[in-house]
């Protein structure tokens, strides 16, 4: 098993601490509310994605190319194209939900036609 500590930059002007466990499977781990709750944050996203702007100390890059390399070779990138197509599935259906309330209240307004 390898461990691999990284901090990163939080809102604030302090540092959250992701910890990545490699085995044969990727595991990662950061001490922020969400995910000492063991949920999904930002911080774990952009580790997993290597996004370079969330490493609190830039001398870090190479360790978070050295994850990106295992990361390549996971499921990571389809779970997370999944995710954010989720993601565009709801905010579709929320604008669909935002119309169709928007046309009911001007019907209930203006008056609902009666079918005979």
Known sequence: MKLINLKVKSSSAE????????TDTIKVHCNCGAGILGKLCKHKIAVLSGDKNILFDQKDELVLEEINGVISKSD??????????????????KKQESKAKNKLETAIKSGIKINS
Request: net charge negative; proline share 0%; hydrophobic share 55%.
């Open 15 to 22: 540092f959250y601490t992701i910890i990545v466990e490699i």
């Open 76 to 93: 990571f990138f389809n779970l997370n194209n999944e995710l954010e197509s989720a993601k565009k599935a709801v905010e579709i259906a």
